[in-house]
Nanobody, 122 residues
Framework: VQLQASGGGLVQAGGSLRLSCAVS????????MGWFRQAPGKEREFVAA????????YYADSVKGRFTISSDIAKNTVYLQMNSLKPEDTAVYYC????????????????WGQGTLVTVSS
């Protein structure tokens, strides 16, 4: 399975970005997908996840109400819509996939994309 994340960039506080993660190599609909982020000097942390059916979504408390995860099985792509961005959202964002149940930890994922940098200026 290959994951290709894109959509990062520089945005002012209060702005929005939409990240995309294209999945190839296996049947996309059989994977739960997650987004994680890693700020400089910090550990990689959970941001959001969606079950392979798309019926269940999960969020970190820090992004709940501002970020939305969604999946498009026809396009083999998962999205992370990020609104009301804050400087503390600055990080490299990674998408991940698992054939197991959806998880909130890095250990729960088998495949990782290369990351896309999001920088939020104050």
């Amino acid at each position: 399975v290959q994951l290709q994340a894109s959509g990062g960039g520089l945005v002012q506080a209060g702005g929005s970005l939409r990240l995309s993660c294209a999945v190839s190599g296996r049947t996309f609909s059989r994977y739960a997908m997650g987004w994680f982020r890693q700020a400089p000097g910090k550990e990689r942390e959970f941001v959001a996840a969606v079950s392979w059916s798309g019926g269940s979504t999960y969020y970190a408390d820090s992004v709940k109400g501002r970020f939305t995860i969604s999946s498009d099985i026809a396009k083999n792509t998962v999205y992370l819509q990020m609104n009301s961005l804050k400087p503390e959202d600055t990080a490299v964002y990674y998408c991940a996939a698992t054939s197991r149940v959806v998880a909130r930890t890095t250990a729960g994922y088998d495949y990782w994309g290369q990351g896309t940098l999001v920088t939020v200026s104050s």
